[in-house]
């Protein structure tokens, strides 16, 4: 399906959703204004439009000296955020985690292009900003905690192509995804008194911003990367079982240009997330090998809410393949995977 100029609001006068690929990020992700119905087609009461509606929000930094992830979610039940980094030298990982009853917190932005998210509680201030200007757009992560300030940002240029799309979720809902890897990030990261310039570290940075009336019980893998290859800044996107009715999210980037990738296969041992995975495309662009070094885990049941998610950091080697099969060799490059489960 080819790509199509992005509408100026996700959902129209009418409640009904623009699906597609789209060339640029939709402005404004205005979802609950969607007409949303029950399996029978009735207008869905208005409990099931507050607590079916879903939001997060992500941006991680890769580098071969320092990997950090920080989220922020809204599954309308409970609202969570994480932060964490890792240091591939020494192994040593500082792990955050935060939760909200309604979610209360966070607050999130509508838009993956301006405005600002975040979340507040004693002692935790962090904040996803979105401004564009005349040169492109900025995507900035600050967070405050007593013992670390960490304020990073990565620019997208104008020619910078993201991933953007809106698939079909189930029979009545629908899944908004904007994403964006193999972009530099600049700023500091600051921790009891040691700062280090994220510039100096050559880092690359991933970002995600998904909304929508997704599935009730649902479960996926993701796999990213971001970093620089043959003199060239690459990323990586790809995924399976969320956004694959009709068309996926699957793709990666060499430099400002986005390359399409085909259904991705994750092949890797469920009874031990820390053996190696092997990540193969069906048109054979992707070709990958993942060993992981550590993870992130939150894991929680309380009956109509429960997630079991694991976040991986580790190392990709293998190939890359263009639309005109030229081969990018990966060595060694960090990034991510994840394994998640949730029933929200």
């Known amino acids: 399906m080819q790509r199509r100029h992005p509408p100026e609001k996700l959902v129209n006068a009418d409640g009904r959703v623009h699906r597609g690929r789209f060339t640029a990020s939709v402005p404004r992700i205005n979802g609950r204004e969607y007409d949303y119905r029950t399996a029978m087609g009735r207008p ?20 071969d000296e320092l990997l950090l992830g920080c989220a922020l979610a809204d599954t309308a039940w409970l609202g969570v955020a994480f932060f964490y980094w ?46 564009s200007g005349t040169d492109g757009l900025r995507k900035s992560l600050a967070v405050e905690l007593p013992e670390l300030q960490l304020h990073a940002y990565m620019d997208e240029p104008t020619d910078f192509e993201p991933m953007s799309i809106c698939t079909r979720t189930g029979v009545n809902g629908w899944t908004y995804a904007n994403k964006v890897a193999g972009r530099p990030v600049e700023g500091h990261l600051t921790c009891r008194g040691n700062s ?19 599935r009730r019980r649902t479960f996926w893998n993701w796999a990213c990367l971001s970093g620089r290859a043959q003199g060239h800044w690459l990323g990586l996107n790809v995924s399976c079982g969320v956004n694959e009715t009709s068309f996926t999210e699957n793709c990666f980037w060499r ?22 995975w092997r990540i193969r495309s069906g048109d054979a662009r992707v070709d ?34 263009d639309a005109c099969g030229r081969e990018i060799r990966v060595d060694g490059l960090h990034g991510f995977v994840e394994e998640q489960y949730a029933q929200w």
């Open 44 to 63: 869905a009461p208005a409990r099931q439009r507050r607590f079916h509606y879903k939001q997060f929000q992500y941006f991680g930094l890769v580098s």
């Open 288 to 321: 990958l090998v993942f060993e992981p070094l550590n993870r992130h885990r939150e894991t929680l049941n309380l009956g109509l809410f429960a997630s079991n998610f694991h976040q991986i950091f580790g190392r990709f080697t293998g190939v890359l393949r």
């Open 86 to 131: 890792f240091e591939p030298a020494t192994g040593e990982l500082h792990e955050y985690s935060w939760r909200s009853p309604l979610a209360r917190q966070p607050r999130l932005s509508q838009s993956p292009v301006e405005g600002l998210s975040r979340f507040r509680q004693k002692g935790v201030d962090i904040r996803m900003g979105y401004e």
């Open 196 to 214: 280090r310039d994220l510039g100096e570290l050559n880092a690359g940075g991933h970002h995600d911003c998904s909304a929508g009336y997704m």
């Open 255 to 276: 430099d400002n240009a986005l390359i399409k990738v085909d259904l991705v296969d994750f092949d890797y041992d469920g009874d031990d997330l820390m053996r190696a």
